[in-house]
């Protein structure tokens, strides 16, 4: 069963911009930790970013920080990911998860996917020239 809904995946030039949103229609987001995963072909999946749902804390993996700002909108229950100065590895499918376990902190490129409890189908994002 889906419970989150990501979009806003695309095609874009190396340098270009995308901003990813994570929507839940049955459930409302503030009250758990959501994370942005990615995975590319033949690789694991590997958490970029996660917001708290205390605090709205915000943790990135290095990779992204400086480019990639993920942020809540609590009135319309939806997390989006704001990826700028984005580079051929980008490339992936990207993730949106929440859970109300403490999956979500400075060690966030470590997380544990099976801390996750639900997940969307994801959203494809290729950055080439």
């Known amino acids: 069963q889906v419970q989150l809904v990501e979009s806003g995946g695309g095609l874009v030039q190396p340098g270009g911009s995308l901003r990813l949103s994570c929507a839940a229609p049955a459930f409302t987001l503030s009250w758990y930790a959501i994370g942005w995963f990615r995975q590319a072909p033949g690789k694991e999946r590997e958490a970029v970013s996660c917001i708290r749902n205390s605090a709205d804390s915000k943790y990135y993996v290095d990779s992204v920080k400086g480019r990639f700002t993920v942020s809540r909108h609590i009135g319309n229950n939806t997390i989006y990911l704001q990826m700028n100065s984005l580079k051929p590895d980008d490339t992936a499918t990207y993730y949106c998860?929440?859970?109300?376990?403490?999956?979500?902190?400075?060690?966030?490129?470590?997380?544990?996917?099976?801390?996750?409890?639900?997940w969307g189908l994801g959203t494809q994002v290729t950055v080439s020239s």
């Open positions: 998860a929440a859970s109300g376990k403490p999956f979500c902190g400075k060690k966030i490129g470590a997380a544990d996917p099976s801390l996750l409890d639900y």
